[in-house]
């Protein structure tokens, strides 16, 4: 199984959300990294089929999505960054009702339902009503809801919005489990989730392809460009506002600095190996948050 992305382009009006970008997505997961406004979630609906392409195409498996039609549609399990909730209904009625919408058969329906609440640690609260959960619970309940049916391929955006470290942790590991056979595309504030399971790491920036491979490869970009070093606190609050710095810790009256620079930013450095909020913030330090015509 592959989806691939074919000069796709994206425009809201004389807005572009996303331009000219190619991809190849195989099984495994992909994680999608960039600021707000970088095209991450119009990029997502577009692979959701929620939106259509301004140019180019999507295809699975060398087949146009926008001709499969349903047949595509049954094949996707899809968790927005917004997820909507009925507070009223318990967390097993809303996955019957989202099974019901899936088309899903009824008794395999109930069957899925009861087998994901225990999956997503949500066992004990099957007969409580949503309005009653936490952040982090709704949060469990999207992500079960993105399973049912066992989809083929899985879009998550920001699924780990609301969740503790704990939490986090046990959701990466079941879904690089689940991502075995399957195709998972994950976007995530969170580096550490897309570092921890991304066998693929996608990088946009304004709409645009920036890099892609596996994490190990794309770090390659900021190779040498990473910096560790302890200097006086003055000294180190100046460099910290010269450069983008990944960590600042005080030491007395010295601080530890951890920085990323094209060049050694000050004597003592010392080079360290990049990760990828290295690189994150070599090519994003300067970024806003502006809207790319939707979200995110």
């Known amino acids: 199984m592959e989806i691939t992305f074919d000069r796709v382009t994206k425009r809201f009006g004389t807005k572009t959300a996303v331009e000219d970008f190619s991809a190849r997505l195989p099984a495994g997961v992909h994680g999608l990294l960039g600021p707000n406004g970088a095209g991450k979630t119009t990029l997502m609906r577009l692979m959701a089929g929620i939106l259509a392409t301004s140019g180019g195409q999507i295809l699975l498996d060398g087949q146009p999505v926008g001709s499969m039609g349903q047949s595509y549609r049954a094949q996707l399990g899809y968790l927005p960054q917004q997820f909507g909730y009925y507070p009223t209904f318990t967390a097993l009625d809303f996955l019957l009702y989202m099974a019901a919408v899936k088309g899903l058969p009824k008794p395999y329906a109930r069957a899925e339902a009861e087998e994901l609440l225990e999956k997503v640690r949500l066992g004990g609260e099957t007969n409580r009503k949503i309005k009653t959960f936490s952040g982090g619970m709704k949060q469990r309940l999207g992500i079960a809801q993105a399973m ?20 986090r942790i046990f959701f990466r590991n079941m879904l690089a489990d689940y991502a075995r056979d399957k195709l998972v595309l994950l976007s995530t504030h969170i580096v550490a989730d897309i570092e921890s399971i991304a066998g693929n790491v996608i990088v946009i920036k ?7 491979g596996a994490p190990d490869d794309i770090l390659q970009a900021v190779q040498g460009k990473v910096w560790e070093c302890s200097l006086p606190l003055r000294e180190a609050e100046d460099l910290s506002a010269r450069y983008p710095v990944t960590s600042f810790r005080h030491q007395g009256n010295e601080a530890f600095v951890r920085l990323v620079a094209d060049y050694s930013p000050c004597d003592g450095a010392t080079q360290a190996p990049p990760g990828l909020e290295d690189l994150y913030l070599y090519y994003f330090a300067d970024e806003g948050v502006e809207s790319d015509g939707i979200t995110a």
């Open 148 to 167: 049912q049916g066992k989809p083929a391929i899985m879009i998550l955006d920001e699924p780990t919005a609301g969740l503790d470290p704990k939490e």
């Open 206 to 212: 304004k709409g645009k392809l920036l890099l892609t």
